[in-house]
């Protein structure tokens, strides 16, 4: 019996790498069950609609879900970002989001800090306009993020993990996020622990990523230092990620990083390496460790190769 697999090519070129991801998975023997979704900007521009209800309820009682991308420039800023991506994560409860680079990985918290909510306008469009932005940090969303790190840490060669944050300037958020990192790194001795500010962390991935080898961090510090992180790692075009719901209560969500692209939709340009390793990351979450280890291998080994998105996704299909 296959995995049932929800999947959402989405806008610009999402279809065109999910399609490359999909024939890797079955080249390497993993049976699924795959049911497609029709979501994104182009469903909104059609008929109005970002994610139904009865919609998300179904999505629930998938094994696992694969998105492509989404996004489309004639759609306002943030329509599909809070109704489609913010919504299942919260709605499914994937409160990590784990990006793997080379030699390090960073455990972002992926439902709380300034993508909460919290916050509006007073006397908007006057010349006194107010707009506030709060960040939601809870202990229990703080310590669950803190505590997946150290078991992720904790399984790693190194045994290393840093929180990163700002914890001079942001002091009740910081002062939270410390002592949750603190308490919890008494109950394991085992990994090494380090403290590190955010810009300073930005520094340290240009100049000496080698420093690091699992970060632990807030919602929009892991936003942005990941895809920093994936500009000095190789580009974005290989970087994946892991929306998890790590209790298994609903579907985790798996992704390439690198949006959808419209000005190279249909070239053939579209590295699709980035969806390919992203649904290694879910074999890998599913159960599936050899053949997750067997697409790692085999990106790895085309990676720097040029050609078209098929080319690339055939030469991946190949090897495994």
Request: hydrophobic fraction near 45%; charged fraction near 25%; proline fraction near 5%.
């Amino acid at each position: 019996m296959g995995y049932k697999i929800g999947v959402i090519g989405g806008d610009g070129i999402g279809p065109e790498v999910i399609a490359e991801a999909l024939k890797v998975v079955r080249a390497v023997g993993v049976d699924l069950d795959t049911v497609d979704y029709d979501l994104g900007g182009a469903r909104w521009l059609r008929d109005g609609e970002v994610l139904p209800d009865a919609l998300l309820d179904e999505l629930r009682g998938l094994d696992a879900i694969l998105l492509g991308a989404v996004g489309d420039p004639r759609v306002p800023p943030g329509v599909i970002e809070r109704g489609l991506l913010l919504r299942m994560r919260f709605e499914l409860d994937l409160y990590v989001n784990l990006r793997p680079f080379a030699g390090f990985s960073v455990v972002r918290e992926n439902t709380e800090g300034s993508y909460a909510g919290e916050g509006g306008f007073l006397r908007k469009g006057t010349p006194a306009e107010v707009a506030t932005q709060g960040s939601v940090n809870t202990r229990m969303g703080v310590e669950r993020c803190v505590r997946f790190a150290f078991d992720l840490a904790r399984s790693r060669p190194r045994r290393h993990l840093t929180l990163v944050h700002k914890t001079n300037v942001l002091t009740f958020a910081g002062d939270l996020w410390q002592r949750a990192f603190n308490e919890v790194a008494a109950e394991h001795p085992e990994v090494t622990t380090d403290y590190c500010h955010v810009d300073a962390a930005c520094i340290h991935l240009v100049e000496s990523p080698a420093r690091f080898d699992v970060i632990v961090t807030d919602n929009l510090f892991g936003d942005i230092l990941t895809d920093l992180a994936g500009a000095v790692s190789g580009g974005i075009g290989l970087a994946a990620s892991a929306n998890l719901n790590p209790e298994r209560t609903g579907p985790s969500l798996f992704e390439p990083v690198h949006g959808s692209a419209p000005d190279i939709v249909g070239t053939g340009r579209a590295n699709p390496l980035a969806a390919i390793r992203s649904a290694a990351m879910m074999l890998e979450f599913l159960g599936e460790a050899d053949a997750a280890s067997r697409v790692a291998e085999a990106c790895a080994a085309v990676s720097g190769r040029a050609g078209t998105t098929v080319e690339l996704g055939d030469a991946v299909a190949e090897r495994v």
